[in-house]
């Protein structure tokens, strides 16, 4: 059986294709709160 040793090295940046925003932080953040407040109400009717 024939291995295949072609392993390609990438930076980290080239790995990851592009840049990474912080909107994905903030949007799970605030998604958060939504659900804890959505809870709490539904917790006091």
Do not use: C, K, Q
Request: charged share 15%; net charge negative.
């Amino acid at each position: 059986m024939a291995e295949n040793d072609d392993s390609v090295h990438l930076s980290t940046e080239e790995a990851r294709a592009g840049t990474t925003p912080h909107m994905t932080r903030y949007v799970l953040g605030f998604s958060l709160v939504l659900v804890v407040v959505a809870f709490a109400i539904i917790l006091l009717l």
